[in-house]
């Protein structure tokens, strides 16, 4: 999110360019306009600099030394990031998470902009609809975790007996690799659908209803309306939302936590809780430091493809 | 001027560190505890920490409860690395050569006027700890793996109730008759289970130990995970639920076991035994505790976790920490402690306190696990041990989820670990 919010400078020194000043004085002019600006960005940039850019420098640097166990640091060049590509807990980790992503990504988006049509309509019980929508989104993840591990008990829990009553065998959700993913991602979508529903919800009530009457008297039918009217004018929220989605993809971990402990034999782990292993399990910070490099490297990718790409094909209003 | 500033300021310091002195006497010590089991282990350290504090005025000891072990040790290390480790922590046994790898521990050795306090444990409990001539760790919340057995479920399917299998064979004929399917042809109630999350390295080194393989060198570089016979041990594990069809497929859950063995959903289980008194305040019908069923042997790894001194404490702190163990080690202390969890006592004289004679009199199932240690092996400990349980622990998931044959899984484990040790040798 931080991302969107950089700030757009407008031309300062083209508005001081233009007045009419003596020349001496613009010149002391814009300095002072410089020296402004840069005062305004201060906060900003000391914040920026000390908790996002100092930390990742330092992770790089991190990756290429051990630390021995006597403290001492030795460089070891790019070993740990050939240990990398051998470990295949790493890619397997890596793998996973590209089918969580696509698992959980559209699906919750898509969920999202339903949710959102639906309950922008008039109708009874509207608020108590927007609440239910929005209710897993306030709850903290572990709570959620916990919930849906009653759901995915085998035998007891609420999937299986539900299986009982057709009398089908209990299944091992959590405990067979061919379901956990799915059972993980079903949950996600879950959790996430709600947040995106209500970006959705607020791009809906800022569209002006005239182009909707307008459509209707143009005798356009209201998939044809949706087409070509309303998606395309909530497209900078359906940016916005693939974005959040994609980071999301990347660092919701804390139900794996409580549900597999990314098990059975890896097929839920996932990269950022494969980093945590390493870093506080196994405490080996320089490993640790080379896979954040590569997550690193998959978000910026993510926020380039945003900044360079997407943002000029999409139209803002 | 000058001179009035200077002794205020002196004043002000003198007012400051008297502020901060406290009397004299009072060591503050804050311990880590892992829970591994059910029932109410919190609760029974606690009321044994402020007994301790009443004996001990002069010491405050704060029980910090950090999840399961591995969470414990996660917890310790970072804070440790934070500047603010613990100054005692009970770990598992096991985690010894990482503690020393990371320097982070103390020999009990220097700590004690009396080295023969040594000798009262279980000599099974103190192999773990005892490294180069040192003692690292004394014993305390320790176990080996047990079989609980349903003895309802063992008469409805008319077997001997009062008689648990007593070898790999066995188990695999008693579990067949012990299945129990519904009319559509489902399994209600499986014949055995033996848990694969969490501790799946614990269960496979005592199947391993039975089909008499060691799984690692005493000097915790080396893990054997493709002997033969450990290869095979993997084996039996998986056919049970692939082959013979007696016990769930899929990967079995360390803690929702215990209730599927309350409610009757499988007849027999391998767990720890310091979970006999949860099993046994909520059992609801009579059942028995054996030792675990032999292939070539008898036997089970000991684990559980002991007390471990951090380097980083100051010397009171750590005497007062051996001062806190050796309170909680005492005989009548270990009884109590076995009687309210289940877990071995650590020392053969607690076995002779009248309060134990009594309870094991009334509840011969409470004695199982010690009997078993004549036959007990170290647990599987090397160094990067946190790895190296991963790799295991994978390759066991790997087996029994049928995604890797046992062959397979336990080579790729290997491999892994080899890679990892080779480092430390």
């Given at each position: 999110m931080?991302?969107l919010?950089?700030?757009?400078?407008?031309?300062?020194?083209?508005?001081?360019?233009?007045?009419p000043?003596?020349e001496?004085?613009?010149?002391?002019?814009a300095w002072?306009?410089?020296?402004?600006?840069?005062?305004l960005?201060l906060p900003?940039?000391?914040?920026l600099?000390?908790?996002?850019?100092?930390?990742?420098l330092?992770?790089?640097?991190?990756?290429?030394?051990i630390?021995?166990?006597?403290?001492?640091?030795?460089?070891?060049g790019?070993?740990s990031?050939?240990?990398?590509?051998?470990?295949?807990?790493?890619?397997?980790?890596?793998?996973n998470?590209?089918w969580?992503?696509?698992?959980t990504?559209?699906?919750?988006?898509?969920?999202?902009?339903?949710?959102?049509?639906?309950?922008?309509?008039?109708m009874?019980?509207?608020?108590?609809?927007?609440?239910?929508?929005?209710?897993?989104?306030?709850?903290?993840?572990?709570?959620?975790?916990?919930?849906?591990?009653?759901?995915?008990?085998?035998?007891?829990?609420?999937?299986?007996?539900?299986?009982?009553?057709?009398?089908?065998?209990?299944?091992n959700?959590?405990g067979?690799?061919?379901?956990?993913?799915?059972?993980?991602?079903?949950?996600?979508?879950w959790k996430?659908?709600?947040?995106?529903?209500?970006?959705?919800l607020?791009?809906l009530?800022?569209?002006?209803?005239?182009l909707?009457e307008?459509?209707?008297?143009?005798?356009?039918s209201?998939?044809?309306?949706?087409?070509?009217?309303?998606?395309?004018?909530?497209?900078?929220?359906?940016?916005?939302?693939?974005i959040n989605?994609?980071?999301?993809?990347?660092k919701?971990?804390?139900?794996l936590?409580?549900?597999?402990?990314?098990?059975?034999?890896?097929?839920s782990?996932l990269?950022?809780?494969?980093?945590?292993?390493?870093?506080?399990?196994?405490?080996d910070?320089?490993?640790?430091?080379t896979?954040?490099?590569?997550l690193?490297?998959l978000?910026?990718?993510?926020?380039?493809?945003?900044?360079g790409?997407?943002?000029?094909?999409?139209h803002?209003? | 001027?000058?001179a009035?500033?200077?002794?205020l300021m002196a004043a002000?310091?003198?007012?400051?560190?008297?502020?901060?002195?406290?009397?004299?006497?009072?060591?503050?010590?804050?311990m880590?505890?892992?829970?591994?089991v059910?029932?109410?282990?919190?609760?029974?350290?606690?009321?044994m920490?402020?007994?301790?504090?009443?004996?001990?005025?002069?010491?405050?000891?704060t029980?910090?409860?950090?999840?399961?072990?591995?969470?414990?040790?996660t917890?310790?290390?970072?804070?440790?690395?934070?500047g603010?480790?613990?100054?005692?922590?009970?770990?598992l046994?096991?985690?010894?050569?990482t503690?020393?790898?990371?320097?982070a521990?103390?020999?009990?050795?220097?700590?004690?006027?009396?080295?023969?306090?040594?000798?009262?444990?279980?000599?099974?409990f103190m192999?773990?700890?005892?490294?180069?001539?040192?003692?690292?760790?004394?014993p305390?919340q320790?176990?080996?793996?047990?079989?609980y057995w349903?003895?309802?479920a063992?008469?409805?399917?008319?077997?001997?109730?009062e008689k648990?299998?007593?070898?790999?064979?066995?188990m695999?004929e008693m579990?067949?008759?012990?299945?129990k399917?519904?009319?559509?042809?489902?399994t209600?109630?499986?014949?055995?289970?033996?848990?694969?999350?969490g501790?799946?390295?614990?269960?496979?080194?005592?199947?391993?130990?039975?089909?008499?393989?060691?799984?690692?060198?005493?000097?915790?570089?080396e893990?054997?995970?493709?002997?033969p016979k450990?290869?095979?041990?993997?084996?039996?594990?998986?056919?049970?639920?692939?082959k013979?069809?007696v016990m769930?497929?899929?990967?079995?859950?360390?803690?929702t076991?215990?209730?599927d063995?309350?409610?009757?959903?499988?007849?027999?289980?391998?767990?720890?035994?310091?979970?006999?008194?949860?099993v046994?305040?909520?059992?609801k019908?009579p059942?028995g505790?054996?030792?675990?069923?032999?292939?070539?042997?008898?036997?089970?790894?000991?684990?559980?976790?002991?007390?471990?001194?951090?380097?980083?404490?100051s010397?009171?702190?750590?005497?007062?920490?051996?001062?806190?163990i050796?309170?909680m080690?005492?005989?009548?202390?270990?009884?109590?402690?076995s009687?309210?969890?289940?877990?071995?006592?650590?020392?053969?004289?607690?076995?002779?306190?009248?309060a134990?004679?009594?309870y094991?009199?009334?509840?011969?199932?409470?004695?199982?696990?010690?009997?078993?240690?004549?036959h007990?092996?170290?647990?599987?400990?090397v160094?990067?041990?946190?790895r190296?349980?991963?790799f295991?622990?994978?390759?066991?998931?790997?087996a029994?989820?049928?995604s890797?044959?046992?062959q397979?899984?336990?080579?790729?484990?290997?491999a892994?670990?080899?890679?990892?040790l080779?480092?430390?040798?």
């Open positions: 931080a991302a919010r950089h700030p757009t400078t407008p031309g300062m020194s083209d508005l001081a360019a233009s007045s000043i003596p001496r004085r613009a010149g002391s002019q002072w306009n410089a020296v402004n600006a840069w005062l960005l900003a940039a000391v914040l600099i000390t908790f996002t850019h100092y930390p990742i330092a992770t790089i640097r991190h990756s290429l030394f630390t021995r166990r006597n403290g001492t640091e030795v460089f070891v790019l070993d990031y050939q240990a990398m590509a051998a470990d295949p807990i790493f890619w397997k980790a890596l793998v998470n590209f969580f992503a696509l698992g990504i559209p699906a919750s988006i898509a969920l999202a902009l339903v949710m959102a049509i639906w309950v922008n309509r008039n009874r019980g509207r608020s108590f609809l927007r609440l239910a929508y929005f209710t897993p989104t306030v709850l903290p993840m572990i709570a959620v975790a916990n919930i849906w591990l009653f759901f995915y008990t085998p035998d007891y829990g609420l999937l299986d007996q539900l299986r009982g009553l057709f009398g089908l065998a209990g299944w959700w959590l067979e690799p061919s379901t956990v993913m799915g059972c993980l991602i079903v949950m996600v979508i996430e659908a709600g947040f995106f529903m209500i970006f959705y607020a791009a009530q800022q569209l002006s209803p005239d909707d307008a459509a209707s008297i143009e005798g356009a209201r998939w044809y309306t949706f087409r070509r009217i309303t998606f395309p004018l909530l497209m900078p929220t359906t940016l916005f939302v693939a989605a994609v980071i999301n993809s990347f919701l971990v804390d139900h936590v409580i549900m597999t402990k990314g098990g059975p034999n890896n097929a782990t990269l950022l809780y494969y980093i945590y292993e390493v870093a506080f399990t196994f405490q910070s320089s490993y640790a430091a896979l954040t490099v590569v690193l490297v978000l910026s990718a993510v926020a380039l493809v945003k900044f790409y997407l943002d000029r094909r999409i803002y209003q | 001027m000058f009035r500033r200077t002794m002000a310091f003198a007012a400051l560190s008297m502020g901060a002195a406290r009397p004299a006497a009072a060591v503050d010590l804050t880590y505890y892992p829970v591994a059910g029932g109410p282990v919190t609760k029974i350290v606690d009321d920490v402020s007994r301790f504090e009443k004996d001990n005025p002069d010491i405050k000891v029980a910090v409860y950090a999840g399961n072990y591995t969470d414990t040790m917890k310790a290390m970072t804070a440790m690395k934070g603010q480790p613990p100054q005692l922590s009970v770990l046994s096991t985690d010894v050569f503690l020393m790898d990371e320097n521990i103390v020999p009990i050795d220097g700590l004690v006027s009396d080295r023969s306090w040594f000798k009262e444990f279980y000599p099974a192999a773990n700890g005892q490294i180069d001539g040192k003692t690292w760790s004394i305390f320790r176990s080996t793996i047990v079989l349903n003895k309802d063992f008469k409805e399917a008319g077997l001997d109730p648990a299998p007593a070898s790999w064979d066995e695999v579990s067949k008759k012990l299945i399917k519904d009319g559509s042809g489902n209600t109630r499986w014949g055995v289970e033996i848990p694969t999350t501790y799946g390295y614990w269960m496979l080194q005592a199947l391993a130990i039975e089909n008499g393989q060691k799984m690692m060198n005493e000097a915790g570089t893990v054997h995970l493709t002997a450990t290869v095979a041990a993997l084996d039996y594990w998986v056919d049970l639920s692939r013979h069809n769930p497929a899929g990967s079995i859950d360390w803690a076991l215990r209730t063995f309350l409610e009757g959903k499988t007849a027999m289980m391998w767990h720890t035994t310091g979970n006999l008194t949860a046994k305040d909520a059992a019908f059942f505790v054996a030792m675990l069923p032999a292939k070539e042997q008898r036997g089970s790894p000991t684990g559980g976790g002991s007390f471990y001194i951090f380097k980083s404490a010397p009171e702190q750590q005497k007062a920490a051996v001062k806190f050796q309170w080690t005492a005989p009548e202390r270990a009884a109590e402690w009687m309210k969890t289940g877990y071995v006592a650590v020392s053969p004289a607690a076995y002779k306190t009248k134990m004679e009594e094991a009199k009334g509840f011969p199932q409470a004695t199982v696990a010690r009997d078993q240690l004549e007990a092996v170290p647990e599987l400990s160094h990067e041990n946190g190296i349980y991963k295991v622990n994978d390759a066991v998931q790997a029994v989820t049928g890797q044959k046992p397979e899984a336990l080579a790729s484990a290997q892994q670990s080899d890679r990892v080779r480092a430390s040798k």
